[in-house]
């Protein structure tokens, strides 16, 4: 009759560990898709940003040769030469504005990605924490071992609660465990 009982504890424990993984899935892979557009934004971000660098470069190297050519230019030519100088540094000038724009921008979408990355940590752990606690709640059916179910309650506690921190956002990081598993 124990036996029975502990039956019906291992089957309800894994409907409702998979259930709750497969909430904690489904918010996992959108944060994962939102982490590979963060990670695409900032790489298109840090290319438009050496491109207005070029930009910037090129107008400021354009810029000294019209100054060193003005130079050795008598005063009748140096109206088109002060003219191309003030065009010269106003696009130099809006190259540095739009290239920090950029720049920002990129720094954004890196906070944006750790952010992210710092709740699909969460949900990483959950995934693990859980996978162990299915197999010892496998292993708890064959063997009809009470302690080793309650042994599999160890995981479980700590697979949902890193599922519920990364489901609300709670400020609860396994960085010392991803860190030595990174």
Sequence with gaps: METDTLDRKVALTVALLASFMGVC???DDN???AMQQA???KIDHWAFYQARNLRQEQAHTTLLQVRLAA???PS???AGYTAAIADLEKLEHDQAQKKNEVLAQAKQDQDTYDALNYRDDQFDLSDAALALALSLLAVTTLTRQRWLYLA???PTAIGVFYGVAGLAGL???PGWLTGLLS
């Design 71 to 73: 130079a050795g230019r």
């Design 171 to 173: 400020p609860f990081h």
């Design 76 to 78: 009748g030519e140096q």
């Design 152 to 154: 599999a309650l160890v």
């Design 31 to 33: 944060i994962v898709q």
């Design 25 to 27: 899935k489904v918010k």
């Design 39 to 41: 990670q695409a934004d």
